[in-house]
């Protein structure tokens, strides 16, 4: 999907793909990954997500990157928290509230490269059709340390049954985009209790959860 169809999604206020609750496979999955307080973890396509309050409480450093500024400021506005603002270099505008910083801008803009220790991708590589993926797969792998993770949340169903977003993206297509630069676990594959009443027609629907790990520079 173009930006464009992300910001008429924001200024006409559908927004379905926002949980009220902190995403229960984040807090199932995300504490064995072992995170220290002070460490990084980005949030790509963070929109309003509560989950990035959820990884401030483990002491992490929180960095999410959105396209909408209606999304950056409902997230502060509706978490009653007030941010710090400044406009950045190439065309980002930043909202920081103690450890938790949001970029408003185009995330294909990024250009930091080993910073992260983690990445937390939930209805974010998703979001993307195909023809986008492998250059969001390259910013994802470029920003995070060796050795950093990604935990990584999709939706796997008969794409001829239903248009995207959310696009379906199978293990195959994981292996292909990810293999080169990770290691790559799948955690968990489910049907999911609640997912809105579009997917309810689909015969197959599943949430898998996938443990990325960058691999480090050879020796
Ligand atoms: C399906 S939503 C998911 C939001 C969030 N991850 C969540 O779990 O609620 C996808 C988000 O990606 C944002 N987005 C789409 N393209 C983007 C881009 N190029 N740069 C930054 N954000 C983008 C959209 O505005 C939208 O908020």
């Known amino acids: 999907m ?18 009220q609750n ?31 309050l959820w990884l401030s409480t483990l002491g992490l450093k929180v960095k999410g ?25 190439g065309n980002f505008k930043r909202s920081k509230f103690l450890d938790i910083t949001v970029d408003c801008g185009d995330f294909f803009k990024l250009s930091e490269t080993s910073v992260f220790d983690f990445v937390y991708d939930r209805a974010s590589l998703v979001a993307l059709p195909l023809s986008m993926r492998k250059n969001y797969v390259q910013i994802i792998s470029q920003a995070l340390k060796p050795g950093g993770k990604c935990l ?38 489910q049907q999911p209790d609640r997912e809105g009443i579009r997917f309810s027609a689909l015969e197959s629907f599943k949430q898998s959860v996938y443990l990325l790990e960058k691999k480090g520079p050879l020796v």
């Open 22 to 52: 902190y995403h229960e496979k984040l807090l199932q999955f995300f504490p064995p990954l072992r995170p220290h307080k002070g460490q990084s973890v980005l949030v790509p396509l963070c929109g309003k997500s509560k989950d990035m």
């Open 65 to 89: 990157v959105e396209l909408h500024q209606t999304a950056v400021d409902a997230f502060f506005s509706e978490n009653k928290l007030q941010p710090e603002e400044k406009s950045l270099h």
């Open 2 to 19: 173009d930006a464009q169809f992300w910001i008429n999604a924001w200024n006409e206020g559908r927004t379905n793909f926002h949980q």
């Open 152 to 189: 990584l949340i999709v939706y796997d169903y008969d794409q001829s049954k239903m248009d995207g977003p959310p696009f379906s993206i199978d293990e195959k297509e994981i292996q292909s985009l990810y293999a080169h630069d990770f290691s790559i676990t799948l955690l968990d594959s």
